[in-house]
T-cell receptor
Framework: DQQVKQNSPSLSVQEGRISILNCDYT??????FLWYKKYPAEGPTFLIS?????DKNEDGRFTVFLNKSAKHLSLHIVPSQPGDSAVYFC??????????????FGAGTRLTVKP | ETGVTQSPTHLIKTRGQQVTLRCSSQ?????VSWYQQALGQGPQFIFQ???????GRGNFPPRFSGLQFPNYSSELNVNALELDDSALYLC??????????FGPGTRLTVL
């Protein structure tokens, strides 16, 4: 069962513009959400997270927004850079912040940032 | 500080065979999680080991089994391989709670 969904397999943006990646979830028990970035031949690397007690978390060019009523989160990258080109995975878990057990991932969105 | 390493990088097996994949966790981490990533999909949680004990399991059959050693490295064993087991297998090390650090994965092909 797909409890975490990323409905856009790919996204292409121009360098300097905003990239918005979206993620939906169905399990209301999820209370900790993360974004991972994956380059070819490497494992996913943690990018940013958000607890369900917040609706926004910022880290430099990256901001994650959480809309609990809509069971939706999004990752904004501003400004986008060519080095941001990668596959981005949304992930979720239940059981409190930083719980990494039984983490559920979306299928990923391939972001291409054009120079 | 050494990162998470996995071996082998690539592996080809035939249906019905058994395979063992290995993962060395990052220094200071006592928890290892294993994931299966099929083509075009996200990582799917197989199980997690904490201090040598299984600490959680996803929706995978018993022919997927694991071990964690006193140095917190880990093995994933898959018996009676099926064609659908072809995937990238990722391990991630972490503390009991907190950020997971992923290895580069083992690409398994079952013919």
């Amino acid at each position: 069962d797909q409890q975490v969904k990323q409905n856009s397999p790919s996204l292409s943006v121009q360098e300097g513009r905003i990239s918005i990646l979206n993620c939906d979830y169905t399990n209301s028990m999820f209370d900790y959400f993360l974004w991972y970035k994956k380059y070819p031949a490497e494992g996913p690397t943690f990018l940013i997270s958000i607890s369900s007690i917040k609706d926004k978390n910022e880290d430099g060019r990256f901001t994650v927004f959480l809309n609990k009523s809509a069971k939706h989160l999004s990752l904004h990258i501003v400004p986008s850079q060519p080095g941001d080109s990668a596959v981005y995975f949304c992930a979720a878990s239940a059981g409190g912040s930083y719980n990494n057990n039984d983490m559920r991932f979306g299928a990923g969105t391939r972001l291409t940032v054009k120079p | 500080e050494t990162g998470v390493t996995q071996s082998p990088t690539h592996l080809i097996k035939t249906r019905g065979q058994q395979v063992t994949l290995r993962c060395s966790s990052q220094s200071g981490h006592n928890t290892v999680s294993w994931y299966q990533q099929a083509l075009g999909q996200g990582p799917q949680f197989i199980f997690q080991y904490y201090r040598e004990e299984e600490n959680g399991r996803g929706n995978f059959p018993p022919r997927f089994s694991g071990l964690q050693f006193p140095n917190y490295s880990s093995e994933l064993n898959v018996n009676a391989l099926e064609l659908d087991d072809s995937a990238l297998y990722l391990c991630a090390s972490s503390s009991r709670v907190g950020e997971q650090f992923f290895g580069p994965g083992t690409r398994l092909t079952v013919l």
